[in-house]
T-cell receptor, first 111, second 111 residues
Framework: NAGVTQTPKFRVLKTGQSMTLLCAQDMNHEYMYWYRQDPGMGLRLIHYSVGEGTTAKGEVPDGYNVSRLKKQNFLLGLESAAPSQTSVYFC??????????FGPGTRLTVL | KQEVTQIPAALSVPEGENLVLNCSFTDSAIYNLQWFRQDPGKGLTSLLLIQSSQREQTSGRLNASLDKSSGRSTLYIAASQPGDSATYLCAVRGGGFKTIFGAGTRLFVKA
């Protein structure tokens, strides 16, 4: 099992550009999450999904959209990137056991 | 609003020492608490998950305790090794699916 994978690993955007981050899990987990990690602030929940076709807002959802069209995939979109969205983005998933499994992260820089 | 604090922010110990990392939270109405390890530039790895009805969990040289009434959890690491050097994160899940993370304790074990 690959666990949780994220694409891409690194990305540099200019202000105003758009992009989509892909998260995939092969553990048949129902619940998936997107977090951002910033120095000194810990991880903060952006959006989450409790199953295929569902999404919900987390702690810091503004400027992001998500979709869960397939159970194994959770997409995070930035429609118009801003420098404040420079961060490391982590995807996680949870099955029945409540343990969160994390992907390796995507390092995004917005110039 | 739930707040999670980890003290100390950084810790340096000689190899072989037993050590305790602390996590405190402001709202005792939690669903579970999870300890993670994060290596530089990597994702998070779950170490121990304690459900709200449990007092402690153990895995190898690691022991995590939970005291909901006082809003505290500790992670005890026995006989520390240089390979234990990493950042340790505490995460509290309340009602729903939102998990609040502490900022972490950066541990350095000297050989």
């Amino acid at each position: 099992n690959a666990g949780v994978t994220q694409t891409p690993k690194f990305r540099v955007l200019k202000t105003g550009q758009s992009m989509t981050l892909l998260c995939a899990q092969d553990m048949n987990h129902e619940y998936m999450y997107w977090y951002r990690q910033d120095p000194g602030m810990g991880l903060r929940l952006i959006h989450y999904s409790v199953g295929e076709g569902t999404t919900a807002k987390g702690e810091v959802p503004d400027g992001y959209n998500v979709s869960r069209l397939k159970k194994q995939n959770f997409l995070l979109g930035l429609e118009s990137a801003a420098p404040s969205q420079t961060s490391v983005y982590f995807c996680a998933s949870t099955g029945d056991g409540d343990t969160q499994y994390f992907g390796p992260g995507t390092r995004l820089t917005v110039l | 609003k739930q707040e999670v604090t980890q003290i100390p922010a950084a810790l340096s110990v000689p190899e072989g020492e037993n050590l305790v990392l602390n996590c405190s939270f402001t709202d005792s109405a939690i669903y579970n608490l999870q300890w993670f390890r994060q290596d530089p530039g990597k994702g998070l790895t779950s170490l121990l998950l304690i459900q709200s009805s449990q007092r402690e969990q153990t895995s190898g040289r690691l022991n995590a305790s939970l005291d909901k009434s006082s809003g505290r959890s500790t992670l005890y690491i026995a006989a520390s090794q240089p390979g234990d050097s990493a950042t340790y994160l505490c995460a509290v899940r309340g009602g729903g699916f939102k998990t609040i993370f502490g900022a972490g304790t950066r541990l350095f074990v000297k050989a």
